[in-house]
T-cell receptor, first 113, second 116 residues
Framework: GEDVEQSLFLSVREGDSSVINCTYT??????LYWYKQEPGAGLQLLTY?????DMKQDQRLTVLLNKKDKHLSLRIADTQTGDSAIYFC?????????????FGAGTRLAVHP | ETGVTQTPRHLVMGMTNKKSLKCEQH?????MYWYKQSAKKPLELMFV???????ENNSVPSRFSPECPNSSHLFLHLHTLQPEDSALYLC???????????????FGEGSRLTVL
């Protein structure tokens, strides 16, 4: 079956690192994604990782993928108040000719001073 | 501009009303999607249109009726909705899956629907 799970809430202090975790079920997934949703807005792609990679770094963002455990994490270094948002993990199982992304429920990140 | 525009941004309707949500994309994509976002629940994929043909319909009640007249426009027609249908409805678009497509979806800002 297809299922993506993530914790619903994370609170961090400004300047600290944030780690948002996600587990997925479909081992055939080719890409895994992190989307960000700010208040009143749609989802925006933050970063993605191809399934044959273990890690991807992009400025303050580090994505770690453990295919054996089907675990994906997003680390945000030096978290800022502007990082406060909902972060969605998503996978894309191999099926069809379109991008059928399966999303988690989202993790709400609250950054406090 | 996000490239994917949804109207209206907010809609309040009674259970007997008929209304429509509109989505327009200017990105040259040929797949379009409707997702439903409810609080504390995963995004639910409702419908997918690929090359203007509906390719996915995830057991959505018939009170939701999609329409895709061309590759740039997508509608969601609503009639006799229930209060539990209140949610944020997100439209997205993408290229069809072929290398080097990374599978990214481009989302609109959503239409917040309240059913009284």
């Amino acid at each position: 079956g297809e299922d993506v799970e993530q914790s619903l809430f994370l609170s961090v202090r400004e300047g600290d690192s944030s780690v948002i975790n996600c587990t997925y079920t479909d081992s055939s997934s080719t890409y895994l994604y992190w989307y960000k949703q700010e208040p009143g807005a749609g989802l925006q792609l933050l970063t993605y990782i191809f399934s044959n990679m273990d890690m991807k770094q992009d400025q303050r963002l580090t994505v770690l993928l453990n295919k054996k455990d089907k675990h994906l994490s997003l680390r945000i270094a030096d978290t800022q108040t502007g990082d406060s948002a909902i972060y969605f993990c998503a996978e894309i199982p191999i099926s069809g000719g379109y991008n059928k992304l399966i999303f988690g429920a989202g993790t709400r990140l609250a950054v406090h001073p | 501009e996000t490239g994917v525009t949804q109207t209206p941004r907010h809609l309040v309707m009674g259970m007997t009303n008929k209304k429509s949500l509109k989505c327009e994309q200017h990105l040259g994509h040929n797949a379009m999607y409707w997702y439903k976002q409810s609080a504390k629940k995963p995004l639910e994929l409702m419908f997918v249109y690929s090359l203007e043909e509906r390719v996915e319909n995830n057991s959505v009640p018939s009170r939701f009726s999609p329409e895709c007249p061309n590759s740039s426009h997508l509608f969601l027609h609503l009639h006799t909705l229930q209060p539990e249908d209140s949610a944020l409805y997100l439209c997205a678009s993408s290229h069809l899956r072929r290398s080097p497509n990374t599978g990214e979806l481009f989302f609109g800002e959503g239409s917040r629907l309240t059913v009284l």
